[in-house]
């Protein structure tokens, strides 16, 4: 160690035990805690087995601990360019609604009804991918006759 100089808080120093470099944390009690640049696990020596860093090393250090700067900008960034978006606590119900006199939608609504509740399935179970084939349905068949992926008879309510 250099007589001019000591390891303080917050300067770089090297571990001349193995060559490490780190950032001096806290000194307590005879005894320097490092954290090599950019973080990691903290480790301990003698303060008499640091030494000054070189230039070198204290530049390699800061381009391991600081981020890289753009310089794509011509003016230095003050925060976010535009507003956060807010997005509403619940969205609004997509939820497609069977069109009147239609049986196909009345159909596939009450099936839809009884794979949500369980209500209605053979063994009373819930299947929200089957009520959402439901939902697929009803906004998207053409309202004519045409062949679905739905039982044909309709749900059995269970009490």
């Given at each position: 160690m250099a007589h001019d100089w000591?390891?303080?808080?917050?300067?770089?120093?090297?571990?001349?035990?193995?060559d490490r470099?780190?950032?001096?944390?806290?000194l307590l009690e005879g005894t320097a805690y490092l954290v090599p640049p950019g973080g990691g696990r903290e480790w301990a020596a003698r303060p008499d087995q640091l030494r000054k860093p070189t230039g070198e090393e204290r530049a390699r250090a800061l381009t391991w601990s600081r981020p890289v700067v753009s310089r794509a900008r011509s003016t230095r960034h003050r925060?976010?360019?535009?507003?956060?978006?807010?997005?509403?606590?619940?969205?609004?119900?997509?939820?497609?609604?069977p069109v009147q006199d239609c049986k196909v939608c009345a159909h596939a609504a009450a099936w839809r009804r009884a794979y949500r509740t369980g209500k209605g399935t053979a063994d009373g179970h819930t299947d929200h991918s089957a009520a959402l084939d439901c939902s697929l349905e009803i906004r998207n068949h053409p309202h004519e006759?045409?062949?679905?992926?739905?039982?044909?008879?309709a749900p059995a309510l269970r009490p």
């Amino acid at each position: 160690m250099a007589h001019d100089w000591a390891p303080t808080t917050g300067k770089y120093a090297v571990d001349a035990t193995n060559d490490r470099i780190g950032e001096v944390r806290r000194l307590l009690e005879g005894t320097a805690y490092l954290v090599p640049p950019g973080g990691g696990r903290e480790w301990a020596a003698r303060p008499d087995q640091l030494r000054k860093p070189t230039g070198e090393e204290r530049a390699r250090a800061l381009t391991w601990s600081r981020p890289v700067v753009s310089r794509a900008r011509s003016t230095r960034h003050r925060g976010y360019p535009e507003p956060p978006v807010v997005l509403p606590v619940r969205a609004p119900s997509l939820e497609p609604v069977p069109v009147q006199d239609c049986k196909v939608c009345a159909h596939a609504a009450a099936w839809r009804r009884a794979y949500r509740t369980g209500k209605g399935t053979a063994d009373g179970h819930t299947d929200h991918s089957a009520a959402l084939d439901c939902s697929l349905e009803i906004r998207n068949h053409p309202h004519e006759p045409r062949v679905t992926g739905l039982p044909t008879a309709a749900p059995a309510l269970r009490p």
